[in-house]
Every structure is written in structure tokens, then in C-alpha cells.
């Protein structure tokens, strides 16, 4: 069974303050996902990362995937409370197109 | 539609009941997923149809959870004699192809009294 942990599960921070969530597991895959969800909505994608090592700058967001593809992370650089939101990891292995999730982070950024 | 659409947005129903959900998955789109997403579960991935059949059904919870799908495009998520467990965000997913980016839609939110 192909697990994905996903840390913290809840972050609560000041604007301007940085932050990182992990994504860890022991399978490999063969791409993984970021997705941001609103309440209410369904997960929207930030970033795909498909390379061992692989380094995506998304404005004040950097993802990046572990060399063995096992893991992933997520760095938000001064925060905003824009950024509030659930944030999702989801790896994709190699049958069909199933996406395993992470457990989620929600985060909340406060002026 | 520009994107993936699902209705209803809400369902209340009560126990032992049917419920028939529905996904419209962008137009072209050759993959459609199911994922259901519910408080302490995270989302969890139930079927997903390349055209109209089923390679992977691995994540129905059990035999009163169907799906199908037609033409290649709408897909229907049935649920017989429903119970409280049932509870939670249906959402689907549509993708141009298997293993290709997955485009959520808003999800329908059922809700099993």
C-alpha cells in the first residue's frame, strides 16, 4: 500500500513569516502534485515535478522533489494571507492515473 | 464547459437511500476520476475510467459503491442503501489522458442522515 505523509497537518503563522511542509514516502513515484484547495472547492494545481532533484519556483513558493522521488516539499517564503488555504500533496504512480494524497496542510496566515 | 463540472453541489439524504452523483469532465478529456475526501481520511482515490471502462475500481469501499460511464464523457457515481459513513466530498477529476495533469471539479457534498 502506497502511503504519502504529509507535515504538518495544521500551521498557523504571522504574515512575513516563512514556512515549509513535507511530503514523505517509501514508495517511488513517477510524478508528484501540489495542489491548493479553498473551502468549498475542489484542489486546484500549483505544480507537477516529475525529475529526481527537480527545483519549481512558483513566485514566493518552492517545490521540491526528493533525488529518489520518494519525497517532496513545499517552501513559502513571507507569507501571506493570501496563502491560507489547504495544501495537498498527491503522487502519481506508474498504473493508470491514480493520484495518492497526502493527508493535507492547512494553513493559516495572519495579518 | 471550460472545466469540470458536478451536480448536484449538495445532497442530503437519509439513511438507506440511493444517491446518483454526477460528474461532467472536460470536453476531450479521455481519463475521469473519483475521489472522495472526508474529515481525519484526506482524499482517497476510488475508480477511474479511461474511456468507458474501469482499469482500476481498487478504491470502492464496498459492493453498494458503482461508477459508469458513457460515451467517454459523463460519469455517474451511484451509492445504494446509503449510511452515515457515506458522508463526505465526492470529487471528480478529468485528465487528456491517463497520467496526464488532473483537473478537479468542485465536488459534491453529500451528506447521509
Known amino acids: 500500500t502506497q502511503l504519502l505523509e504529509q507535515s504538518p497537518q495544521f500551521l498557523s503563522i504571522q504574515e512575513g513569516e516563512n514556512l515549509t511542509v513535507y511530503c514523505n514516502s517509501s514508495?517511488?513515484?513517477?510524478?508528484l502534485q501540489w495542489y491548493r484547495q479553498e473551502p468549498g472547492e475542489g484542489p486546484v494545481l500549483l505544480v507537477t515535478?516529475?525529475?529526481?532533484?527537480e527545483v519549481k519556483k512558483l513566485k514566493r513558493l518552492t517545490f521540491q522533489f526528493g533525488d529518489a522521488r520518494k519525497d517532496s516539499s513545499l517552501h513559502i517564503t513571507a507569507a501571506q494571507p493570501g496563502d491560507t488555504g489547504l495544501y495537498l500533496c498527491?503522487?502519481?504512480?506508474?498504473?493508470?492515473?491514480?493520484?495518492?494524497f497526502g493527508q493535507g496542510t492547512e494553513l493559516s496566515v495572519k495579518p | 464547459g471550460a472545466g469540470v463540472s458536478q451536480s448536484p453541489s449538495n445532497k442530503v439524504t437519509e439513511k438507506g437511500k440511493d444517491v446518483e452523483l454526477r460528474c461532467d469532465p472536460i470536453s476531450g478529456h479521455t481519463a475521469l476520476y473519483w475521489y472522495r475526501q472526508s474529515l481525519g481520511q484526506g482524499l482517497e482515490f476510488l475508480i477511474y475510467f479511461q474511456g468507458n471502462s474501469a482499469p482500476d475500481k481498487s478504491g470502492l469501499p464496498s459492493d453498494r459503491f458503482s461508477a459508469e460511464r458513457t460515451g467517454g464523457s459523463v460519469s455517474t457515481l451511484t451509492i445504494q442503501r446509503t449510511q452515515q459513513e457515506d458522508s463526505a466530498v465526492y470529487l471528480c477529476?478529468?485528465?487528456?489522458?491517463?497520467?496526464?495533469?488532473?483537473?478537479f471539479g468542485p465536488g459534491t457534498r453529500l451528506l447521509v442522515l
Open positions: 498527491a503522487g502519481a504512480i506508474n498504473q493508470g492515473g491514480k493520484l495518492i
Open positions: 514508495s517511488v513515484f513517477s510524478s
Open positions: 477529476a478529468s485528465s487528456a489522458s491517463v497520467q496526464e495533469t488532473q483537473y
Open positions: 515535478v516529475v525529475t529526481g532533484g
